[in-house]
């Protein structure tokens, strides 16, 4: 027994030791203080070694794994009224690249816009969008891209330096004498116009030149010789009947797609009151979208257009009494054609996308002809877009050559890249005194230009538009100016000496040209603020009328048409690509990566030809041909329909210093692009041409074309349709009749939610795939990833071809998961990652998810995603997601899927939950049509209609009813929440020809 | 003892019950012979290079692979099935056999029950590594969590599969380890270095031989052999219902159970073919392994071809009589004739046509054309389940999304890898554990040596 010694009789007998004073210090000690005491008061034994490791252990455990603090959390104090945090907010504005027009919302959380969507006040669009408009948002945060203050000479510098430095400079040219040219796509923006004045009368050698790339000058050189004003009218497909188009792509890229998508959808809608759609010829040499959707297609090669043309005049004006004109053979059989159009008088419409002036000329003259002016086209209401002539550029070429410009002004143009001769211009700019570039993101004239002084991006900018006449919108900044930049019309007012800003000079127009043209308001402020508010504001437009023609124009243009050229063996010919239009939009990831929505291919522009030119000539697709004249290589690609002896080339590729998405991607073709006659060609005679041995891969998304005989895209025509609304769907019924099951089916109390597509509506026009891309933060993934099947894409639209594969019907069929409420994908999940939810949605839950794969196999519609590699934060994939300032653009109501777990569509669940909560909030019930998931938002034809099918009266519900509706793979008992309507085209029982 | 009128003597040579010890253990004892470190370098060097390929998986995603969004499953599910159908010969062998009390199996059961384990040890790695987030593959136990309580799903087939594998591993692992003790402590008896015989020592759990031991040895192996009869057959039934119960084409068929377990028994047999030709070859133990021994192998192999053939006939029959469209695509124009043709027909002629040649005595007895006969129907099983995995998903319902699948080397790398695995396992086993059941074969030795018996013990 051990020895006991004590200090104090308390202490032997096991009373408490009063000692106050101690209790104190112990508190004040620290932690380790006080262990470092026990371990050094406590025999080393093993047991306390234990007992001490397991203490430290613990306490690292529990100190590790508390959260760390916040470190840059700022308060908001002073909180403004209208900005929630969490809570969105919605700016009306407008989208113009120069190029395409949309009356848009933009919608911005905590600060930052993260999505443009349609403006469901403006009557241009009514809530539709387009591929560009809904991509436009990420051209907002392009780090890599975009111009961060402004530079002399590649160097950085600031705006008071600029002004003084181009100050002086401008002074000095206007001394000369020399022209002062401001270049420019077409200006929409009455006010940008008065500052442009402005500027000019500071400056009088100022000269505003317009260059469209893609101009519709012949339109407007057409209008000019016969009715004697140049304009391009507007083209009312809501009224037509039955409408002929002669390469115009008028669903897809020519002028107004948006709108006009929106106006010929509504005449292909079937319904119990409208038991007629119209009908649509087309006449063209690349399979376009137009194309696609045609009732009758006929590939012609662009040298035989003006036969047809003429050949169709002849026809109507024999018919009509009129004067006809000797016109060439053409193998085309126009009688069909001009029999539909004699039989819709005034309810037809003919269409040209040729930028010939003389085919325009006889076009037009059908159209008068018809009586078609003054229901379907529109002289009172023209487009303001593509104001640009051709022959202007020409002019200010040869000025620039002969040294009669002494300065130049680029805004938001770049002709550096899309102007055919572009050396001649890049190559003059390092003589002039001035070469300045307003662009928000360097191009190929950016670089070429001393100085570059950024103009905002449109986001950030305040503007307004007149995109028709008699249609005005504004935009408004919705975010601060993130660089260093300022916009052009503030520069220029700064250079003219002005001392307003471009905001007061804004509200000035309106007020003085615009207040005065309505009546509802009576102060202007609250004009301001409701037309800012709205976006939109369109007065009433006096009557016009057109009463006859310059036949005199008809004359000389029918001689040239008819004495026409003799066609070449092979012709190229240009097109604009649905996402990347005239190239501007290249360096957008989103865009870049968007399959064609009829080649399905991305990332890449090649040589598209037919099946029977290629087997004749033993090319493949990928084999890269070399064109000996021209110097062009680029690979080829079998594109069924595009016409025998026509090689279809897109423009919009191949650019150069604009950064690492653009960069390389594809072959630019626009040097191949020249005036001929003063208007831009859109195709080219080529002799020789060869396949040089090298194989390129090209990414395609879709690589089987038929539907292999099975019922995926259902489809009658009209005749049988109203005959039996249920033709071409006697599936469905069999379908219906078999669905029978053993198990418990789901029960929904509450909602049930479910999508409806009219295959009739839809274009195929892929505005769905990027809306659906920003709302949902799917990731770009690279040529290569696409090339090997693993697109992110939540929604895809998968197309098909049938019959005859020189001229095949085209089929579109928007597929995202189906929410089955039978599904395939969830019961062989072995973590229950994936599941239903009581209102029949079929949901992932990530962060259970494992990644096992099977439900990617087990679906039968092919649309679960797996994040193969980390897509966000990785340097291999440098796109969006890789910068601070690139995943701005993220939705916060969605989260970023990491590697390795499998994603899909939600139905846009954040959505079906901000508006459920919003009706609890107000307590009322939710409204049919409230709802809109972002493809839905985006679809400019309103093809897409989503609701609950429990409402028996919702839009939904009426649709499933339908007899043309049908389930995909219904006979598998899957029980999809996605209805399709049969396709109904207006042909007489097969292909016509 | 043991009489067999109609089969001849099992064990030849006459040897005692000593010599057979002495025989069986000899490669133990004896110093490592050059083939063997060369074959070992081979097999730790492919090994290694399905370390590096798993490293990739792991560290850069399952990207490293080619399988995309329409075919999510390649090269890995292939594997799986195929090294499980491998897995399945050994547990079948013994216990099918010693459940029919067919005292042959004595002297080929052990290195198949061996090659058993190492079998299903490769195939585990494959439903691990191709799991997206391997790190959270725990997700896939039943524990109780606070969670709400989530559980996993229990109408999963890969639930199921995750039961079957782990519950086969451990069943054929113990049969095998237990099947060992008796030898364990002959070598622990016969060894002379210390270490040796701690080791061997540790491993034979004190076994001394008592009659006791013996009577409980034989009741665990009946036991462990009952339970492993019916994992032997749940095993692979349930790997298939990976397929049946999908809704894919080519995969949706009530026929795949018995189809696959059947298969798997087919591809089992022949590698320990395989194996036992291998081991006679170069352990010199051709007079326990004896050619009667592969002539059996042979009859087996040639008849379970033939329930392959009728197998394969079944599933094109039924898809072309039950008049499905997706099936009758999927067999006719994606397998019989396609892009996947030569898949299909090689597996038809490994499987269902070469074996045939087996009926021939000639063939039988030439241990040559045996063994690359054997080599060929686990060519043709692996063409097998290439056939079932990838031209299913490849051309499956809607032809928009039709793709093609090749693998890539991280791929290969990781089947090369399990490769390795297996064959430096099998060595290991080669050089550390007695290839032969001595205890067993002991028991079949004919009265014929009964005589050397008595005078030599």
């Not at chain 1, 670089?447 to 900018?461: G, I, Q």
């Not at chain 1, 099951?741 to 892929?766: P, R, V």
Request: aromatic share 12%; with cysteine.
């Amino acid at each position: 027994m051990e020895k006991k010694y004590w200090k104090s009789l308390e202490e032997r007998n096991g009373l408490p030791v009063e000692n106050p004073g101690k209790m104190d210090e112990d508190a004040s000690r620290s932690l380790l203080e006080l262990i470092n005491e026990e371990i050094a008061d406590k025999p080393s034994s093993r047991r306390n070694f234990l007992k001490f490791a397991g203490f430290s252990f613990a306490t690292v455990a529990i100190a590790t794994s508390c959260k760390n603090p916040v470190n840059t959390a700022i308060p908001m104090l002073n909180k403004p009224e209208e900005v929630t945090p969490g809570m969105a907010n919605y700016y009306a504005s407008t989208y113009f690249d120069g190029q395409d027009y949309s009356s848009i919302l933009v919608k911005v959380r905590d600060g930052r816009p993260i999505k443009v969507d349609g403006n469901d006040l403006s009557s241009f669009n009514h809530g539709g969008s387009s591929a560009r408009v809904q991509g436009s948002v990420l051209s907002l945060y392009d780090d890599g891209g975009r111009f961060k203050a402004p530079m002399i000479g590649g160097l950085e510098t600031t705006w008071n330096m600029m002004d003084l430095e181009v100050g002086k400079k401008l002074t000095e040219v206007a001394a000369s004498g020399k022209q002062i040219v401001l270049l420019a796509s077409t200006i929409i923006s009455p006010s940008t116009r008065k500052v442009i004045a402005e500027f000019t009368a500071k400056y009088p050698t100022t000269k505003l030149v317009t260059f469209d790339p893609v101009s519709s000058s012949a339109i407007r050189q057409a209008h000019q010789e016969l009715a004697g004003q140049a304009v391009i009218p507007d083209y009312h497909f809501e009224n037509a009947d039955v409408v002929v188009s002669f390469g115009a792509d008028f669903l897809g890229t020519w002028l107004s797609p948006v709108e006009f998508s929106r106006r010929w959808a509504t005449t292909r809608r079937l319904t119990e009151e409208k038991k007629n759609i119209s009908k649509l010829f087309v006449v063209e040499s690349c399979m376009s979208l137009t194309g696609a959707n045609a009732d009758v297609r006929l590939a012609v090669k662009p040298s035989q257009q003006a036969a047809v043309i003429l050949n169709l005049y002849n026809e109507i004006a024999a018919a009509n009494g009129g004067k006809t004109f000797t016109a060439p053979k053409t193998s085309v059989d126009v009688k069909k054609m001009a029999t539909a159009l004699l039989a819709a008088k005034g309810k037809s419409l003919v269409v040209n996308g040729i930028n010939d002036p003389a085919l325009q000329i006889i076009t037009h003259a059908i159209n008068f002809m018809l009586g078609n002016y003054g229901t379907t086209l529109d002289l009172g209401s023209t487009l303001n877009l593509r104001q640009g002539m051709d022959q202007e550029m020409e002019t200010f070429v040869q000025d620039l050559e002969a040294g009669n410009v002494g300065a130049v002004m680029f805004y938001q143009s770049n002709p550096g890249y899309t102007y055919a001769e572009s050396a001649r211009i890049l190559q003059n700019l390092k003589r002039i005194p001035l070469a300045v570039s307003f662009a928000t993101a360097q191009d190929e004239t950016s670089k070429a230009c001393h100085y570059v002084c950024p103009d905002h991006h449109f986001l950030e900018s305040w503007n307004d538009a007149e995109p028709k006449n008699g249609m005005y919108t504004l935009q408004q900044p919705t975010i601060r100016n993130i660089f260093n930049t300022r916009q052009v019309q503030d520069s220029l007012l700064k250079w003219s000496g002005s001392t307003s800003d471009y905001y007061t000079s804004l509200r000035k127009t309106w007020e003085t040209d615009f207040f005065g043209k309505q009546s509802k308001y009576g102060s202007f402020n609250d004009f301001w603020n409701h037309s800012l508010q709205d976006g939109v504001f369109e007065p009433q437009l006096p009557e016009w009328s057109l009463a006859s023609l310059n036949l005199a124009a008809l004359d000389t243009a029918a001689v040239k048409a008819g004495s026409a050229t003799v066609s070449a063996d092979t012709e190229l010919v240009f097109y604009e690509n649905i996402a990347l239009g005239n190239g501007s939009h290249s360096n957008n990831p989103w865009l870049m990566e968007m399959p064609d929505p009829i080649s399905k291919v991305c990332w890449d522009n090649f040589a598209a030809m037919s099946p029977k030119m290629a087997e004749k000539l033993g090319i493949a697709t990928g084999d890269v041909l070399y064109f000996e004249n021209e110097k062009l290589e680029i690979p080829a690609f079998v594109q069924p329909g595009q016409a025998d002896g026509t090689i279809g080339i897109a423009y919009g590729y191949g650019r150069s210093n604009t950064g690492k998405v653009a960069d390389g991607t594809g072959i630019n073709v626009y040097p191949y692009m020249k005036a001929v006659g003063g208007f831009r060609a859109f195709s080219l005679a080529v002799k020789e041409f060869r396949a040089i041995g090298n194989t390129y891969q090209l990414a395609t998304t879709q690589m089987h074309h038929s539907m292999e005989g099975r019922p995926i895209v259902r489809e009658t025509t009209l005749e049988e349709w109203q005959k039996k609304p249920a033709a071409g769907n006697e599936l469905h019924e069999e379908a219906a009749k078999n669905n029978f099951t053993l198990y418990k089916e789901y029960e929904f109390a509450g909602h049930h939610w479910g999508m409806g597509i009219d295959l009739n509506a839809c274009t195929g026009c892929s505005a769905c795939v990027i809306g659906c891309q920003a709302e949902n933060n799917v990731a770009v993934v690279g040529k290569e990833q696409v090339a090997m099947t693993r697109i992110m894409h939540w929604i895809r639209i998968d197309r098909y071809y049938s019959e005859d594969p020189e001229n095949p019907s085209v089929y579109f069929q928007p597929l995202m998961c189906q929410h089955c409420d039978n599904a395939p994908c969830e019961n062989v999940c072995p973590v229950s990652a994936t599941n239903h939810s009581n209102e029949g949605l079929n949901q992932m839950a990530y962060n259970r998810c494992i990644g096992t794969k099977y439900c990617i196999n087990n679906c039968p519609y092919k649309v679960r995603r797996f994040n193969w590699f980390r897509y966000a934060t990785n340097d291999a994939f440098d796109y969006n997601q890789n910068s601070d300032l690139g995943r701005m653009v993220l939705n916060p109501d969605v989260t970023v899927r990491e590697r390795g777990v499998v994603e899909k569509c939600s139905f846009c669940v954040q959505r079906i939950q901000e508006k459920k909560l919003l009706a609890k909030a107000e307590n009322r019930m939710l409204q049919d049509g409230e709802i809109l998931p972002a493809c839905a938002q985006a679809c400019p034809s309103g093809a897409i209609i989503f609701g609950d099918l429990n409402d028996p009266e919702s839009r939904i519900s009426k649709l499933y009813k339908n007899e043309r509706n049908y389930h995909l793979l219904e006979e598998i008992h899957t029980l999809p929440s996605v209805g399709y309507l049969t396709k109904v085209r207006n042909r007489e029982g097969g292909a016509e020809a | 003892m043991y009489k067999a009128e109609v089969r001849g003597p099992l064990i030849l040579g006459n040897k005692s019950y000593r010599q057979i010890t002495s025989d069986i253990i000899a490669p133990i004892d004896n110093p490592t012979p050059i083939w063997w470190k060369v074959a070992m370098g081979i097999s730790l060097f492919a090994a290694a290079w399905g370390m590096v390929a798993l490293y990739y998986t792991v560290r850069y995603g399952l990207g490293t692979w080619a399988v995309n969004n329409s075919v999510a499953w390649g090269w890995e599910i292939i594997n799986f099935v195929w090294w499980i159908g491998i897995g399945h010969a050994g547990t079948a062998f013994s216990i099918f056999l010693l459940i029919l009390r067919q005292k042959w199996r004595t002297s080929i059961n052990r290195a198949a029950e061996a090659m058993t384990v190492f079998a299903v040890i490769c195939a585990a790695i494959f439903p691990a590594i191709h799991m997206g987030r391997v790190w959270l593959a725990f997700y896939i136990f039943p524990y109780p969590n606070t969670r709400g309580s989530l559980w996993v799903n229990f109408n999963s087939p890969l639930f199921w599969d995750f039961i079957a594998i782990s519950s086969y591993l451990l069943i054929s692992a113990s049969f095998w380890y237990f099947g060992m003790v008796p030898d364990f402590a002959s070598i622990r008896d016969k060894a002379t270095s210390k270490v040796k015989k701690a080791v061997y020592g540790l491993l034979a759990f004190g076994w001394t031989g008592s009659s006791r031991e013996w009577l409980r040895y034989e009741g665990l192996s009946y036991v462990l052999g009952g339970i492993a009869a019916v994992l032997v057959v749940s095993v692979h039934s349930i790997v298939s219902t990976d397929f049946a119960s999908s809704v894919i084409p080519g995969w949706h068929a009530t026929l795949f159970p018995p189809y696959f377990v059947v298969g798997a028994i087919f591809s089992g047999f022949a590698m320990v073919m395989t194996l036992m030709i291998v081991i006679r070859r170069f352990y010199n133990l051709e007079q326990y392994v004896t050619d009667s021994h592969l002539n059996a192998i042979a009859r087996i192999l040639v008849f379970i071809s033939l329930i392959m053939g009728t197998a394969y006939t079944t599933e094109v029959f039924i898809a072309w009589y039950g008049g499905n469209e997706y099936e009758m695509f999927t067999f006719f124009h994606n397998r019989i004739t396609g892009t996947y043709s030569f898949m299909f027909w090689a597996m038809i002629i490994c499987n269902a046509v070469i074996p045939q040649l087996m009926w021939s005595k000639k063939i039988r007895s030439n241990i040559s054309a045996l063994f690359v006969i054997s080599l060929v129907i686990n060519l043709g099983m692996w063409y097998e389940r290439y056939n079932i995995v990838v031209t299913s998903l490849a051309k499956d319902y809607l032809p928009s999304s039709w793709t093609v699948y090749s693998p890539t080397w991280v791929e290969i790398g990781i089947y090369i890898g399990t490769l390795g695995i297996f064959v430096s396992g099998v060595l290991l086993f080669f050089r550390y554990i007695p290839m032969i059941a001595i205890s067993e074969v002991k028991s079949v030795l004919k009265p014929t040596s009964l005589t050397k018996y008595s005078r030599n013990h």
